[in-house]
Nanobody
């Protein structure tokens, strides 16, 4: 079992930045692929970014490419999502997830955090 806890969400103006963190406890963090997803009200959960266990392979949604960066520190059991140039359409609850393959499909992820709210004002 892996427990994931996100933090770092909040309210920010358009053009601003936030860094989300997700800290894992339980089984070996470094063996898992880590992903970030988001869900806005009335919308389906969507892929944001994913990172292989080594950090060597990363994928991003087209909507965040060039603005968001996923990274991980296996020594700290933590994955990060640096979000720059935020837009109002980035407003959502952001979830981190742990899986075993580097994929964009949320159904490929096994463990999920509780989510952290990100609100971008215009």
């Amino acid at each position: 079992q892996v427990q994931l806890v996100e933090s770092g969400g909040g309210l920010v103006q358009a053009g601003g930045s936030l860094r989300l963190s997700c800290t894992a406890s339980g089984r070996t963090f470094s063996s898992y692929v880590m992903g970030w997803f988001r869900q806005a009200p009335g919308k389906e959960r969507e892929f944001v970014a994913t990172c292989s266990w080594s950090g060597g392979t990363k994928y991003y949604a087209d909507s965040v490419k060039g603005r968001f960066t996923i990274s991980r520190d296996n020594a700290k059991n933590t994955v990060y999502l640096q979000m720059n140039s935020l837009k109002p359409e980035d407003t959502a609850v952001y979830y981190c997830a742990a899986g075993v393959i580097v994929e964009r499909n949320p159904y490929d992820y096994i463990y999920w955090g509780q989510g952290t709210q990100v609100t971008v004002s215009s």
